[in-house]
């Protein structure tokens, strides 16, 4: 079975400093990470209002992740970010990348000035 790219976004509880969410990281990133693989990329976005309070909160602090990982790593991976109780919510998408554009017939191009 060969890894596949994924990208997860992590809105943490607002209360916890950086560090504590890079241990938190690390611990997750632990379990899809396979031997030559690169380390998941991992991109701060920080503290956002959210649009609807979660877990009586108002803000979260916001981290996106992408990484290689096998699928069968995904279960142990996911279930430990549902126990961990400073993970507000978390969305795991694979990442295939730019989706082509669909084309809707509509006016034609109005470059054809005759």
Known sequence: ???KPYEVVYIFDSVL?????NEKLERFHALIQTPGA?????????KRTLAYPIKKRE???YVVAKFDAEPTALPEFER???????????LMV???????????PGKPDEEDDE
């Open 38 to 46: 690169e380390t998941p990329q991992v991109n701060h976005w920080g």
């Open 59 to 61: 803000t979260g602090y």
């Open 80 to 90: 430990l970010i549902k126990l961990d109780e400073g993970v507000l919510r978390h």
């Open 94 to 104: 694979v990442n295939e990348g730019a989706q082509p554009v669909p084309v809707t």
């Open 17 to 21: 400093e950086e560090p504590t969410i």
């Open 1 to 3: 079975m060969s890894s």
